[in-house]
């Protein structure tokens, strides 16, 4: 299930989850828009990782734990540490990040 960050809590949810995939995007982000669905598609596939929707704008300190430079940006965190982030807009892209973290 995927959720959707209300308030700038991202460390917290990261320190309680071995395996979290972050969705960073925006309103305004056409691509940020076609990925959501396929994000949330995955998120019923991968029950073992925590899929979170993060609003870049509205939430600084939780884009301040990947370096978000383009959006929608994904990031792959484990045991509590960033391990790799992508900014794509291909499912194919977001399904290698999710193997680099899951060790398949």
């Not at 598609?41 to 899929?51: D, V």
């Not at 600084?60 to 794509?88: C, D, H, M, W, Y």
């Amino acid at each position: 299930m995927l959720q959707e960050l209300e308030s700038d809590n991202l460390d917290q949810i990261i320190s309680d989850n071995e395996l979290v995939l972050v969705q960073y995007g925006a309103t305004w982000c056409g691509n940020c828009r076609i990925m959501k669905p396929k994000v949330k598609r995955l998120s019923g596939t991968y029950e073992n990782i925590k899929f979170v929707y993060a609003d870049a704008e509205k939430f600084p300190e939780s884009r301040k734990l990947a370096k978000v430079t383009n959006l929608p940006t994904f990031a792959a965190f484990k045991s509590g540490s960033l391990v790799n982030q992508i900014q794509t807009n291909k499912e194919d892209a977001l399904k290698s990040l999710i193997d680099e973290v899951t060790d398949n």
